[in-house]
């Protein structure tokens, strides 16, 4: 036989030509095909937690676990404890019956809100979820794995990303140099906000939290707005879209909604992907103003899932991991390196009976860069936004703005902090004029005064004008 004709299969070159290409074929379908699927199966279900044997997977990946007769329910690791897997649940699971076959996700990042059953030799790595990011999401509502709630057709994102990122290097971060205009003359002029910074909005039901959040998102000069919706009611949902934060901005915003009645997996992961989408947009170096409402609900998910697993609880009901969940979220937001944009955020923070020592509004208080806090005696009062200047602080304001401006907010603060302490006295006719010239002051300035920390929800007011109506007020800022 001649070699030089026969080609690399020593066979003539018609007969290795489809050697060659039997073995192509055999390639591609080897390929193609899944030697064995490994799974496991369901053992135990008891109250949000379910129990699989079979499985060996790192803590936050994904399954689905499927039986026949029903849609496959997909669920999470959240712990283990020897050959047992913890699972909680993302979706329902009504019907599941022991023995239920509960198979891992591997990435798909053609389709990224769901995966397909894994290969066995996947690295671990490969089965953390990732949901989709990119431009394709401004101006649509989302769930809080990805899907589209809005009725208008597939998510076109630019690409997937893990929903758990890196923290980045506090060294390398941006110091905040550069004041935010929200568009709400009350902070941009007393409670001045960087960019990048996180502030927490403290309150109590029905005061107003939502319609200052929908102003903040309207008038920002951000160049996106991300809204998390997190264990609100579902009610809450269409009305923020719809009438609080408007057309004009839902068209630069995306909105993440996981309702009280989502299961507690999906009120975090809809927090996480919520502060996901504002990483990606910063780090093209955009400016973002992240609204999340709200924190509380988040710590409320993550203590029913801790509690489920059997963590002990620790201050009042809430176990340990809850506290230490809180600053992994809100360390995501800030500013970038200098390449890349800022996140500045605002965590709605629920105080349960208007109670500030509440556990949760404690532990926020300590994470944020500063706080507003509303008042439930000045919305009964109608006095809108309800903020209560005396007891706010922006812990970055001194480093931003300048200094007599900085004074001038001071004087406004002394002024109506001196009125409202001696506001019985007044009211009663006890005081006497001229007792105290300060307070004389300010009882001439206080309509002034209350004119301008009110302020209509369709009424924008921008920096500029902010600080001159400041101004007016105060026209020495020293």
Same mark, same amino acid.
């Given at each position: 036989m001649n070699?030089?004709?026969?080609?690399?299969?020593?066979? !003539?070159?018609?007969?290795? *030509?489809?050697?060659?290409?039997?073995?192509? %074929?055999?390639?591609?379908?080897?390929?193609?095909?899944? !030697?064995?699927?490994?799974?496991?199966?369901?053992?135990? @279900? /008891?109250?949000?937690v379910m129990e699989a044997v079979g499985l060996k =997977?790192?803590?936050?990946s994904t399954c689905t676990i499927?039986?026949?007769?029903?849609?496959?329910?997909? /669920?999470? *690791?959240?712990?283990?404890?020897? %050959?047992?897997?913890?699972?909680?649940?993302?979706?329902?699971? +009504?019907?599941?019956?022991?023995g239920a076959i509960v198979v891992p996700h591997e990435v798909n990042h053609a389709c990224p809100q769901y995966g397909r059953p894994s290969h066995p030799w996947r690295r671990a790595e490969d089965r953390t979820k990732h949901l989709p990011v990119g431009t394709g999401l401004l101006g649509?509502?989302?769930?809080?794995?990805?899907?589209?709630?809005?009725? =208008?057709?597939? &998510?076109?994102?630019?690409?997937?990303?893990?929903?758990?990122?890196?923290?980045?290097?506090?060294?390398?971060?941006? !110091?905040?140099?550069?004041?935010?205009? *929200?568009?709400?003359?009350?902070?941009?002029?007393?409670?001045? @906000?960087?960019?990048?910074?996180?502030? #927490?909005?403290?309150?109590?039901?029905?005061?107003?939290?939502?319609?200052?959040?929908?102003?903040?998102?309207?008038y920002t000069t951000a160049d996106v707005t991300v809204v998390g919706l997190i264990g609100e009611r579902g009610r809450e949902v269409k009305e923020f879209i719809e009438q609080i934060l408007g057309p004009e901005g839902l068209a630069r915003s995306v909105v993440i909604a996981a309702p009280a009645d989502t299961p507690p997996l999906m009120r975090m992961q809809g927090a996480s992907y919520a502060t996901l989408i504002a990483e990606h947009f910063r780090n093209q170096g955009k400016n973002v103003l992240l609204i999340m409402d709200s924190l509380t609900r988040y710590a409320m998910a993550q203590r029913e899932i801790a509690l489920a697993i059997g963590e002990p609880p620790a201050t009042k009901g809430y176990p340990p991991s809850v506290f230490a969940k809180l600053p992994?979220? @809100?360390?995501?937001?800030?500013?970038?390196?200098?390449?890349? #944009?800022?996140?500045?955020?605002?965590?709605?923070?629920?105080?349960?009976?208007?109670?500030?020592? %509440?556990?949760?509004?404690?532990?926020?208080?300590?994470?944020?860069?500063?706080?507003?806090?509303?008042?439930?005696?000045?919305?009964? /009062?109608?006095?809108?936004?309800? &903020? %209560? &200047?005396?007891?706010?602080?922006?812990?970055?304001?001194?480093?931003? *703005?300048?200094?007599?401006?900085?004074?001038r907010?001071?004087?406004?603060?002394?002024?109506?902090?001196? +009125?409202?302490?001696?506001?019985? =006295?007044?009211?009663?006719?006890? +005081?006497v004029p001229g007792s105290d010239p300060l307070l004389d002051r300010a009882i001439a300035q206080y309509p002034q005064l209350e004119t301008f920390l009110q302020q209509d929800m369709n009424q924008a007011a921008d920096m500029n004008s902010s600080l001159a109506h400041l101004q007016q007020l105060f026209p020495a800022g020293r």
């Amino acid at each position: 036989m001649n070699n030089s004709a026969s080609g690399t299969t020593g066979l !003539p070159t018609s007969e290795g *030509v489809l050697l060659e290409r039997y073995l192509n %074929d055999c390639t591609t379908h080897l390929q193609a095909i899944h !030697p064995f699927e490994v799974h496991g199966r369901l053992t135990r @279900v /008891a109250g949000l937690v379910m129990e699989a044997v079979g499985l060996k =997977l790192p803590v936050g990946s994904t399954c689905t676990i499927n039986q026949e007769g029903m849609n496959p329910a997909e /669920a999470e *690791v959240v712990g283990f404890h020897g %050959d047992r897997l913890f699972l909680m649940p993302a979706s329902e699971i +009504y019907g599941l019956t022991p023995g239920a076959i509960v198979v891992p996700h591997e990435v798909n990042h053609a389709c990224p809100q769901y995966g397909r059953p894994s290969h066995p030799w996947r690295r671990a790595e490969d089965r953390t979820k990732h949901l989709p990011v990119g431009t394709g999401l401004l101006g649509r509502v989302v769930d809080g794995a990805g899907r589209p709630l809005d009725r =208008l057709g597939p &998510i076109r994102a630019d690409r997937s990303a893990p929903l758990q990122s890196r923290p980045i290097n506090p060294i390398e971060r941006e !110091p905040i140099r550069t004041p935010l205009d *929200v568009g709400v003359r009350a902070i941009n002029a007393l409670l001045t @906000v960087g960019r990048g910074q996180r502030m #927490g909005l403290f309150a109590g039901s029905g005061i107003g939290k939502s319609v200052l959040l929908g102003m903040m998102a309207r008038y920002t000069t951000a160049d996106v707005t991300v809204v998390g919706l997190i264990g609100e009611r579902g009610r809450e949902v269409k009305e923020f879209i719809e009438q609080i934060l408007g057309p004009e901005g839902l068209a630069r915003s995306v909105v993440i909604a996981a309702p009280a009645d989502t299961p507690p997996l999906m009120r975090m992961q809809g927090a996480s992907y919520a502060t996901l989408i504002a990483e990606h947009f910063r780090n093209q170096g955009k400016n973002v103003l992240l609204i999340m409402d709200s924190l509380t609900r988040y710590a409320m998910a993550q203590r029913e899932i801790a509690l489920a697993i059997g963590e002990p609880p620790a201050t009042k009901g809430y176990p340990p991991s809850v506290f230490a969940k809180l600053p992994q979220l @809100v360390e995501r937001a800030g500013n970038g390196s200098s390449a890349q #944009g800022s996140i500045t955020a605002f965590y709605t923070v629920l105080t349960e009976g208007d109670d500030q020592q %509440d556990p949760i509004a404690d532990a926020a208080r300590a994470i944020l860069d500063g706080h507003i806090v509303l008042s439930r005696a000045l919305g009964e /009062a109608g006095h809108y936004p309800a &903020i %209560d &200047i005396e007891a706010s602080i922006s812990r970055a304001m001194h480093n931003i *703005v300048p200094e007599d401006q900085f004074h001038r907010a001071k004087q406004l603060k002394a002024a109506f902090s001196r +009125y409202q302490r001696n506001r019985d =006295l007044i009211s009663v006719g006890a +005081y006497v004029p001229g007792s105290d010239p300060l307070l004389d002051r300010a009882i001439a300035q206080y309509p002034q005064l209350e004119t301008f920390l009110q302020q209509d929800m369709n009424q924008a007011a921008d920096m500029n004008s902010s600080l001159a109506h400041l101004q007016q007020l105060f026209p020495a800022g020293r």
